[in-house]
């Protein structure tokens, strides 16, 4: 049986098979290298804000409402949805980053905190690593863990194998989510608005789902926090736990109510969160582990 496709596929009421109308897209706000954000709220401090693999920044849309008093970005990750055609190379973290640095660095962001769900968690804690005199802070929901996948591994396989294949990761998604109604983004956003190019170099056998940076994470000098959920089923617990144990000051939360899916399923509860653990090191003038005690 043929797979049902994602709508757009014959290019019929979409462009470049996002999603997305061609006025749509070209209404969004880009960066020289194609990264779409927007710009939301003001105050002292910027927070970069990055979606999950397969999300689109619709995925803050009910969050960053609750994070006034701060200067917001919202990032489609590259390949995604308005960042369609940014580059997206995910054979590793460290080139996906890039992309990310490169639109931040243009929109003139000299000091930011970030925070990431999923994937995007990971690439936070990459530019983190990457970049420690420019981020004061990073936070990461049920984040993608540090050491990478096994060879094998058959729920990355499965996802590998349901590229546009609607039905496939209409179930996938449900199974993560808590409240599959509020979560209609990521199944958009993930069965049309995600490149081939960056969805086979992440999840294919030898790509960027199989790399590690947990040897890194022992020289993290950013003030660093994992949230995650008593009722996600996709993040490795005890993994994640690990990471924040290699991590100088590394900071853990355990949310037992929040899913997978926490940012569109309890914003209020993440918005919480971040507000806390950011507000920790919004205001001061250095992040190094000596100003913050550790």
Sequence with gaps: MTPARAAGDDGTDSDDNTGYVTHERDLMPKTNNGVH?????????????????????Q??????????????????????AGSFHAPADGSSLTRIAAT???ACDELGLERFALVGLSFGG????????DRPGQV??????????AGGTEAGDPVIERFHSSFRDVEA?????????????????????????VTEQFWRSWLGSGGGAYTSMFEELSGMAVPACYVIGGRDTI??????????????????????????????????????????FIGRYAH???SSPSSRGV
């Design 169 to 193: 990761i209409t179930e996938a998604v449900g199974a993560m989510s808590l409240d599959p109604s509020r979560t209609t983004d990521v199944v958009r956003t993930m069965t049309s608005g």
């Design 235 to 276: 993040a490795p617990r005890d993994k994640l736990i690990a990471d924040v144990r290699a991590m100088p000051g590394g900071r853990l939360v355990y949310l037992s109510d929040a899913g997978h899916l926490a940012p569109y399923e309890s914003p209020e509860l993440v918005a919480g969160e971040i507000r806390e």
């Design 37 to 57: 954000y927007e710009v939301r709220g003001s105050g002292p401090n910027s927070i970069v804000l990055l979606p999950g693999l397969g999300c689109s920044l």
């Design 122 to 129: 990971a690439l936070g804690v990459r530019i983190a690593l």
């Design 136 to 145: 004061f802070a990073v936070m990461a929901l049920m984040p993608w863990n």
């Design 59 to 80: 995925c803050w849309s009910e969050t960053a409402p609750l994070l006034d008093g701060y200067r917001l970005i919202l990032m489609d990750l590259p390949g995604h």
């Design 100 to 102: 990310v640095t490169d």
């Design 284 to 286: 001061t003038s250095s």
